[in-house]
C-alpha cells in the first residue's frame, strides 16, 4: 500500500468525516470516524493553534502518526483525530493511551 493511500489528504474528505461521522472525546484527543467504501483506512490527523506553537503542534502530530503506525484499524473507515489543547503537554504514551482507548470504544481496533 502506498503511504498517500492510507491518509485523508483533501479538505472535502475531512469535511465528510465531519459531517457524517461519529466522535467521541478524551481528555487529549477527539475521535472521528465513518464508513468508507474503500477496502483500506485512511488517518487525518488536526491540530489547531489553541494546542501551542509551530514546534508544539508539530511534536503532537509526530506522535500521533507514530501511534497510529503501531495500532491496526478495521479496514473500511476514516478516522481524524483531532487534538485538544491538552495533547500539548502529553507524552508519547499519554497520547498512545488515548488514541488505543479512543479506537476500543469506537469498536474499530484490531487487537
Known amino acids: 500500500m502506498l503511504r498517500g493511500e492510507s491518509r485523508l489528504t483533501r479538505p472535502a474528505q475531512y469535511a465528510l468525516v465531519y459531517r457524517e461521522g461519529r466522535s467521541l472525546v478524551s481528555e487529549r484527543l477527539v475521535l472521528r470516524w465513518r464508513p468508507n467504501s474503500l477496502g ?3 488517518t487525518g490527523i488536526s491540530v489547531s493553534r489553541r494546542v501551542g506553537g509551530a ?11 507514530e501511534n497510529m503506525r503501531r495500532v491496526r484499524v478495521t479496514a473500511g473507515w476514516d478516522v481524524v483525530f483531532l487534538a485538544r489543547p491538552s495533547a500539548g503537554t502529553a507524552s508519547y504514551f499519554q497520547i498512545g493511551k488515548s ?3 479512543l479506537l476500543s470504544r469506537a469498536g474499530i481496533l484490531i487487537g
Open 99 to 101: 488514541v488505543t482507548s
Open 55 to 65: 514546534v508544539t503542534r508539530n511534536r503532537v502530530k509526530r506522535r500521533l502518526r
Open 40 to 42: 483500506i483506512s485512511r
